[in-house]
């Protein structure tokens, strides 16, 4: 079945990068999210990549997509506090009104 | 331009009570979505509604009702509510665009406590 799996935790220093890893299992998956969740609010998407691409690059932000290994990534360069948040990654689920999530990633920026 | 909206932000219940949570959306979305978060388990879909007019089971529908009122709103429904149902609830909406993609847009969520 589908699934998607991120690690817990990630803390880094302000000013460094950060990367946040994230494997998919559903190798049909069109689109594959980054949402971002600060504390008490809804989710906020922050990027996303078409399956055909292998990297994309926003501002700040790079993700990087091997399909082959089925293993996304979300690279903030120059993190900031105001960085500090979880982080989810999403997979287009069987039908493409669904979305499957990751558990999240909570990174911490230690000023 | 106020995006999703759920009401009530926070709510109390005792087990077997039965509470409705809204939410309304502004966006002419087609989609809207109700999910549950839980402390590491990240979000499961409840139910979720296409078009307006249809409604469809998520991951995780037992002990749920919804009705999509409209194409702005959709409501979900605790009959008998459940220690189990203690929860953040999020709804989302979006709006499916060719070749798959799927923006999804939350509310700020709905904390119930089910005591």
């Known amino acids: 079945g589908e699934d998607v799996e991120q690690s817990l935790f990630l803390s880094v220093r302000e000013g460094d990068s950060s990367v946040i890893n994230c494997t998919y299992t559903?190798?049909?998956?069109?689109?594959l999210y980054w949402y971002k969740q600060e504390p008490g609010a809804g989710l906020q998407l922050l990027t996303y990549?078409?399956?055909?691409?292998d990297m994309k690059q926003d501002q700040r932000l790079t993700v990087l997509l091997n399909k082959k290994d089925k293993h996304l990534s979300l690279r903030i360069a120059d993190t900031q506090t105001g960085d500090s948040a979880i982080y989810f990654c999403?997979?287009?689920?069987?039908?493409?009104?669904?979305?499957?999530f990751g558990s999240g990633t909570r990174l911490l920026v230690r000023p | 331009n106020a995006g999703v909206t759920q009401t009530p932000k926070f709510q109390v219940l005792k087990t077997g009570q039965s509470m409705t949570l809204q939410c309304a959306q502004d966006?002419?979305?087609?989609?809207m979505y109700w999910y549950r978060q839980d402390p590491g388990m990240g979000l499961r879909l409840i139910y979720y509604?296409?078009?307006?007019?249809?409604?469809d089971k998520g991951e995780v529908p037992n002990g749920y009702n919804v009705s999509r009122l409209n194409k702005r709103e959709f409501s979900l429904r605790l009959e008998s509510a459940a220690p189990s149902q203690t929860s953040v609830y999020f709804c989302?909406?979006?709006?499916?665009?060719?070749?798959?993609?799927?923006?999804?847009?939350f509310g700020a969520g709905t904390r119930l406590s089910v005591l």
């Open positions: 999403a997979e287009t689920g069987d039908s493409s009104y669904k979305l499957i």
């Open positions: 966006m002419n979305h087609n989609s």
């Open positions: 509604s296409a078009s307006e007019g249809t409604t």
């Open positions: 989302a909406s979006s709006f499916q665009l060719a070749g798959g993609k799927n923006i999804q847009y």
């Open positions: 559903d190798s049909s998956s069109t689109y």
């Open positions: 990549i078409f399956s055909n691409m």
